[in-house]
């Protein structure tokens, strides 16, 4: 019988995996997708307060930070199936999926693969700021170039200001996010697609892409349940409120686990 890899030895081979800090062998891992633009370290919080009850497992995406030298994908469903690839070695671990704003959608579409391709997906699935894929809008913000994704970044206020306020940085950043902003406004999700596992969706209250109603949409995309948590905020709600969102992470995964 063959053990899982662990997370640690994964990630040394893995570019698409980072691991910050130690869990014991058997404990949950939570796998987090970053938002457009976004890098795993976002997710460095979320490990260092969950750790060591739950191993938190950030993927990397190319085109960023220690990746920068690699072209971004600009479509999504070559994002989803390479990450999927990429986290085949942690098969057999008690997986869950959370994902913000594209990262929501990647999530989906990795636990879609997952299930399709094993029959066994994520034990649960957390998506965050991002409305449910029957609930399209027209937005094309990529169509606007550097200054349309610039002051979307600003808009949403998930970008330290004085960030944008800096040539080099915007140099660096706008190739990935421009590529991930073309790969989420052109998906296409079946509208009947769905996945088996349970569905936590989080939302913000005063978020400009997601509205309540949108958020609530993502229980036509399960049939393993759907409950969602509202939380004061916009679109980066769950940095505001961090320790909120972590806090309610924690205890679907115990409350999860207690029933399994």
Do not use: K
Not at 107 to 132: H, I, N, Q, Y
Request: aromatic content about 6%.
């Amino acid at each position: 019988m063959t053990t899982p890899a662990t997370a640690s030895a994964i990630h040394r081979a893995n570019p698409w995996i980072h691991r910050y800090h130690p869990a014991p062998d058997g404990a949950p891992t939570l796998v987090c997708f970053p938002h457009a633009g976004g890098s795993a370290t976002f997710y460095h919080p979320v490990s260092r307060t969950l750790s060591p009850q739950v191993e938190v497992v950030a993927v990397q995406y190319p085109g960023r930070q220690e990746r920068y030298g690699e072209p971004a994908i600009d479509n999504l469903a070559e994002l989803a199936d390479r990450a999927h690839e990429a986290l085949t070695p942690l098969a057999g671990r008690p997986l869950a999926l959370f994902g913000h704003s594209m990262g929501a959608t990647v999530a989906f579409e990795v636990a879609r693969r997952m299930e399709r391709d094993t029959g066994a997906g994520p034990l649960m699935l957390f998506l965050s700021g991002r409305r449910a894929p029957s609930r399209r809008r027209s937005d094309r913000v990529s169509d606007g170039g550097d200054a349309a994704l610039l002051r979307e970044l600003r808009l949403l206020r998930g970008t330290d200001p004085a960030m944008l306020d800096d040539p080099e940085i915007v140099e660096m950043i706008l190739p990935a996010l421009r590529a991930d902003y073309r790969a989420i406004e052109s998906h296409r999700c079946p509208p009947d697609a769905a996945v088996r596992c349970p569905v936590t969706v989080l939302t913000g209250d005063a978020d400009p892409h997601t509205t309540v109603e949108e958020a609530r949409a993502w229980s036509d995309h399960t049939t393993g349940g759907c409950d969602i948590e509202i939380f004061p905020g916009g679109h980066f709600f769950l940095a505001d409120r961090s320790a909120d969102v972590i806090a309610a992470v924690a205890r679907r995964l115990r409350t999860h686990a207690a029933t399994a």
